[in-house]
C-alpha cells in the first residue's frame, strides 16, 4: 500500500500564508501611516509664516466726487387733458423734462399706484421712438403716451400721476 503522504508540509503551508497575510497587512499599514504623515507635514507646510518677507504701502488716491441726478417732469401744455378716449385708444401729450445733475440719464415712466391704464415715455408724440440719453443741463421735451384700457366704461374718470425716472447712463 503506497503511504500517503505526511500531514508536515500541511502546516506549513498554513504558515507561510499567515506570514504573507501578516506581510501584507503589515505593508497596508505602513502605506497609511505613511500617507497619513505625508499629509500631516503638506498641511502645516502649506501655512507656513507669512511674517517673514511681507510689506504694505499706503498712496493717497485723492478725493472722490459722486455725481448727481435729478430729473425734472412738467407739462408742455399745463391745460391739455385726457378727455373723450375710448377703450383700447392711446393718446400722447408733451412733457418737459430737465436734467439738472451732472451724469446723462435713461428716461422710464411709470404710473404711480397700479392701475390698468399703460404709460410709455416717447421722444415724439406719434411716432414708436425711444427717447435718447438726456445729457446734463439738457431740457427736452418728450410725449407721455396713455393708453386706456379695453374694460373703460362710457363717462368713465380715472385721476393718475405718472412718475418719471432717470437711471444713469453708464460713461
Known amino acids: ?82 378727455s373723450d378716449m375710448l377703450p383700447g385708444e392711446a393718446l400722447g401729450r408733451p412733457v418737459v423734462l430737465t436734467n439738472r445733475g451732472d451724469v446723462p440719464l435713461a428716461v422710464t415712466v411709470a404710473p404711480a399706484a397700479q392701475t390698468e391704464w399703460t404709460l410709455r415715455v416717447l421722444a415724439t408724440c406719434g411716432a414708436d421712438t425711444p427717447v435718447p440719453a438726456i445729457q446734463p443741463g439738457e431740457v427736452l421735451t418728450v410725449c407721455l403716451e396713455v393708453k386706456a384700457p379695453l374694460t373703460l366704461l362710457p363717462g368713465q374718470t380715472a385721476a393718475f400721476t405718472a412718475v418719471f425716472t432717470g437711471t444713469q447712463v453708464p460713461r
Open 1 to 82: 500500500m503506497p503511504q500517503s503522504s505526511s500531514p508536515a508540509p500541511q502546516p506549513r503551508r498554513l504558515q507561510r500564508a499567515a506570514r504573507r497575510r501578516a506581510q501584507r497587512i503589515r505593508g497596508v499599514v505602513k502605506a497609511t501611516l505613511g500617507g497619513l504623515a505625508l499629509t500631516f507635514f503638506m498641511l502645516t507646510g502649506i501655512g507656513g509664516s507669512y511674517a517673514m518677507w511681507t510689506s504694505t504701502a499706503t498712496v493717497d488716491a485723492g478725493t472722490i466726487t459722486t455725481g448727481t441726478a435729478e430729473l425734472v417732469a412738467a407739462p408742455a401744455d399745463p391745460a391739455a387733458s385726457w
